[in-house]
């Protein structure tokens, strides 16, 4: 980095788990910390998509249940591929583009339609 003239910005929010001090030997690497309490209003994904995947993601997880409730069916625990496999279509399917482009605006980063 030093021999390309390249700086690196690593910004952190304030969790615990982050380095307060980066290897001094890193000179190009500069660190800003986010003030506490801020994180939600500065990163888009915390506006709405995890949100909006949780909610998509526990329906069908109690739809499973609900189903197999009335299929007289025991469902005390749903193994890690079916979870992975309702994680993705959860995404896939029920998190919508507007859903992210409404983030995106709600955290205040607009599309232009300029050329």
């Known amino acids: ?5 390249r700086k690196i910005a690593l910004v952190f929010d304030n ?8 290897n001094p030997k ?5 660190v800003f910390y986010l003030p506490p309490n801020t ?4 990163q888009p994904k915390d506006q709405g ?19 197999a409730l009335g299929n007289n069916q025991s469902m005390t625990k749903i193994n ?10 959860a ?9 992210i482009r409404n983030s995106f605006a709600k ?3 607009f599309i232009s339609n300029e050329n």
Request: include cysteine; charged fraction near 25%; charge should be positive.
């Open 49 to 67: 998509m995890i949100k909006n995947f949780k909610i998509h993601y526990c329906k069908r997880i109690v739809r499973k249940v609900i189903t």
């Open 107 to 109: 955290a205040g980063f």
């Open 39 to 42: 994180t939600s209003k500065l």
């Open 80 to 89: 890690l591929r079916e979870s992975i496999s309702e994680i993705s279509k």
């Open 26 to 30: 890193l000179k190009n690497v500069t």
């Open 1 to 5: 980095m030093i021999a390309e003239c």
């Open 15 to 22: 969790c615990p788990t982050h380095p307060k001090q980066i």
């Open 91 to 99: 995404w896939n399917y029920d998190v919508t583009d507007r859903t």
